[in-house]
């Protein structure tokens, strides 16, 4: 997988000007047709090392919303790879968009309790895999890992527009993960929790350690915008999001990406930032992910 570099783009808004802030952002929802944004960085170096290892099938897991299972499906199609999907929950007559894709795409979608679900890093839950699919390469849920991880520094590398601070969406950690090893103490960088709690920095520094990468303090994750939880909206984010994209032309969804934006913009206005400033905000794309919410005008 060639990772193309994908454009920077600068935005203007009237706030923007009143607070005296550059901003740019990082366009990697551009970077694959199917399997797009930060999902293609993190199965770039994992679906070599599936080939590598002489692996014909992926298997993996989410739930029946998953970015992550359409872009593995997708991926799959793209790049020569069955692939399984191991879905939480029982199964459904009427698929819904993520999930009609998956299937278009070949993948094979296989519906594992809650409970199991649970355990399924477990050894016995993987025997249990094998034995019925035989030998696979293993995708962890949200597709982060090492590999996934090495593929999310290439990031910081291909920017070469200048700015003080970068932002990205977090959910499992490993795109933040990697933009921490790119920058290497260089900058500052902020993410945004899509996810309610403020868990996310202990499980970003266990991913930092595993790669070598530890004591850097040029990083924090901000948990004000979750709007109440992984997948929870509000009128205000819809609302936003719909003004951002008539504004800008440029797609959110309001899960990662529409999050971070209205993040940055409540934080622009509340003078977070020093004037002068120059902001990079990476779009992880997941605009599939709109298919399944009826919010447009």
Known sequence: MQSPKTPIQEIKDPLFDEKGIKFFVKRDDLNHPVVSGNKFRKLKYNLE????????TLLTFGGAFSNHIYAVAGAGASFGFKTIGIIRGEAHETLNPTLAFAQSQGMHLHYMDRETYRKKS?????EQ????????????????????IKGCTEIISEIDQDFDVITCSVGTGGTISGLIAGLNGAKKLIGFSALKGDFLKT???????????????NWSIQTDYHFGGYAKIKPDLIRFIREFERAHSIPLEPIYTGKMFYGLFDMIKNDFFERGAKIMAVHTGGLQGNAGFDFRD
Not at 129 to 148: D, H, M, R, V, W
């Open 49 to 56: 090392q599936a080939k590598l290892e002489g692996h014909n």
């Open 122 to 126: 477990e050894p016995e839950v993987l």
């Open 203 to 217: 499980e970003v520094n266990v991913l930092l350690q595993e790669i070598g990468v530890d004591k850097l303090n």
């Open 129 to 148: 895999l094998e034995s019925q699919f035989g030998k696979c390469y293993i995708l962890p849920e949200g597709g982060t890992n090492q590999l996934a």
